[in-house]
């Protein structure tokens, strides 16, 4: 079993940054994705990032692509996602996910989430 544990979401104003780690308890594969998926009251969830845990390869939605980045670090089993130029339309509860399809309805595993607010 894996076990997603997020942190560093909070509350920041527009044009502001944020950093948000999740750590992995259990093995990570390298066949499977590694990201974060949000979802926002009253919206669906929407897959952010993913990476490839073996060679890191990156996708990106298109709303946050050139603002967000997502990285590992394999020793530390741990992913990350770096906000940068926070919009208000960012706020969201925001999900570590993995598993073998990126799909939000095919994830095998997901974190409790953290809670990202931008304020305007």
């Known amino acids: 079993q894996v076990q997603l544990v997020e942190s560093g979401g909070g509350l920041v104003q527009a044009g502001g940054s944020l950093r948000l780690s999740c750590a992995a308890s259990?093995?990570?594969?390298?066949?499977?994705?590694v990201g974060w998926v949000r979802q926002a009251p009253g919206k669906e969830r929407e897959s952010v990032a993913s990476i490839t845990w073996g060679g890191g390869v990156t996708n990106y939605a298109g709303s946050v692509k050139g603002r967000f980045t997502i990285s590992r670090d394999t020793a530390k089993n741990t992913v990350y996602l770096q906000m940068n130029s926070l919009k208000p339309d960012d706020t969201a509860s925001y999900y570590c996910?993995?598993?073998?399809?990126?799909?939000?309805?095919?994830?095998?595993?997901w974190g409790k989430g953290t809670l990202v607010t931008v304020s305007s």
């Open positions: 996910a993995a598993g073998i399809i990126w799909r939000p309805g095919s994830i095998n595993y």
């Open positions: 259990g093995p990570i594969f390298s066949n499977w994705n």
